[in-house]
């Protein structure tokens, strides 16, 4: 849900440089757009920030044996079990005891996808620690082999990831991108990528939970060259009644569907009784109207206050 | 189609097919080349080998005649080619072809016998086995056809164990290395390949193009066949984030003609 009280573009810029406490932040991408461009977006934010300049990035690398210039470690993770990998990152954390509130730290994957599903909770949840914020990219297009040991109902990695992060960042390609969906689709399905993926002005929702518990939701067109984030509209809202025209209802049915010019001003004046009850100003309130034929006794005592 | 519309082959924005600064000792890169049955890449990886050793894929060029490969420069750079389809014999027929050195590449020859040489081993010892037979060099380049068989050949072999035990390895010992996979086997068998199967195979296609600078996908014509259009070669970014300053791979796609042995390529 959108909120009013927040500028989209400036809580974007506190998500992106980890202003905002943020544990686990999920960047979810596909063949068709990488979130490759996403990840510098995040390192060009937290740099944006002189204090921030001295953080401790270690890189878990599944796909690539480059080290990326902004990390501070590297580590090679498929070449380790979980517990080798956890062990590993400890030497790069403190313990929650010695962290000082100053240290910021973090964590990135290039593909979370390579951790077995089993054990993906226990993973993230071992290495969680105040002032540590895990940054993870995870392949939705990848499929998933599930693990043996666990039933059918278990949630995939996705679904479990969705669920502990507290920032999900989704690139998708821009849809003005010059191919049909359904050729676009086609392509993909043959392990082929149409010319125009993989761009750096991409498409990115942004699902941010708040302490709250509330969720806010933005889409934004990123342009990676010149860092401009601008909202886009939303595509559920146009989907809603207010789009609904009388000629949409014609020759669906022999009844008469339609509103005449009439109609429609006699329904807009039309006061509804919940709209007297707004007005009050400590919020709603019983609006009671004494009729002639309603039974009035001055002793009642669970006479209505009003 | 007349001569003055025949195209070179470019992939990289300083007019290269393979960049000078790539296989620089410090990088280590994947381009993944996709096809199907219709669409043999032999034609593309013989450029890509000739690219390799000579600076210039002569067989692409229009132009080309047999004077020019004496004036190419043959470069210090290694290759290696292994091959999952072909034996040795067509390898050293193919280079003999494009006038390279049979002794300047070392071929792993992964078709004959590969079961029957490696019956009673473990995954772990056979891939183990598999990657030692490639040379170390940083600066050299590694071309790898068709390793996905390897989920067939070797028993519960999964996609994760064989991109730990054989790709990732084999991108550490070379500076460049370029995977062709039969991404059509998966279309066509669909129905026939065990689910569990299927899915390994799509992981790793998906693993592999997520790793990759560039990919390029052979595809054939939608409309059937045409006598002078053999079918598509489409050039585009990968996954993998571009890590070089100066240069990143354009996209680009060509209509290509193969007759006998030579191909040709043309701007679609």
Sequence with gaps: ?306 | MNTAQKQDLLIFSDHSVISNQMCNGSTHDLILVTHSEATSPTWLLNALVETIVFGVPYSLKAEANSSQHQVGKSSSRNVSLCSFVHDLKFVENSLMKLKIDVNQCTFIDCMTNFIVNNIGKSNEVTLKTLVEKFPTNTNGTIFLEQPELLLSLLDDLTSDQLQKMFIIPLMKKCGLLIIASNTGLVAIDEDHIAAKELTEFKRFFISNMHKALVIMNLKPLDTGRAKDITGTLRITRGGKHNSYDKIHPVENEYLYLTKRDSTKLFYR
Excluded: W
Aim: hydrophobic share 35%.
């Design chain 1, 1 to 306: 849900m959108a909120s009013s009280s927040h500028n989209p573009a400036i809580l974007l810029k506190r998500l992106l440089s980890l202003s905002e406490p943020t544990p686990l932040v999920l960047c979810v991408d596909a063949i068709s757009q990488t979130s490759s461009y996403l990840i510098e977006e995040i390192i060009y934010n937290i740099n944006a920030n002189v204090s921030n300049k001295e953080n401790v990035i270690v890189y878990v690398s599944f796909e690539t044996i480059n080290k990326p210039i902004f990390a501070t470690h590297f580590i090679d993770g498929l070449g380790l079990n979980i517990q080798e990998l956890i062990s590993k990152l400890k030497t790069f954390i403190p313990a929650p005891s010695e962290v000082q509130t100053k240290d910021k730290y973090i964590v990135m994957f290039d593909s979370l996808n390579y951790l077995p599903n089993d054990k993906l909770t226990q993973f993230i949840s071992s290495i969680a620690s105040p002032n540590l914020s895990v940054i993870g990219t995870f392949h939705k297009d990848m499929s998933e082999v599930p693990a043996k040991d666990l039933s059918l109902h278990y949630p995939s990695s996705l679904e479990l990831l969705k669920f502990m992060a507290t920032t999900i960042f989704e690139v998708n390609l821009l849809p003005n991108i010059s191919v049909e969906d359904e050729e676009f689709h086609n392509e993909l399905s043959k392990y082929s990528i149409i010319r125009g993926a993989n761009n750096k002005i991409f498409l990115l929702s942004v699902i941010n939970r708040r302490k709250s518990g509330r969720s806010i939701s933005y889409d934004f067109q990123v342009d990676h060259d010149s860092h401009i984030y601008e909202v886009t509209k939303n595509i559920d809202d146009n989907n809603g009644l207010t789009n609904e025209t009388p000629e949409m209802l014609q020759g669906l049915t022999t009844f008469n569907l339609s509103t005449s010019a009439k109609q429609k001003k006699a329904k807009d004046e039309v006061e509804l009784p919940f709209l007297e009850a707004q007005s009050f100003n400590t919020g709603g309130a019983i609006v009671y109207e004494f009729e002639k034929d309603d039974d009035f006794d001055e002793d009642d005592p669970f006479e209505d206050p009003f």
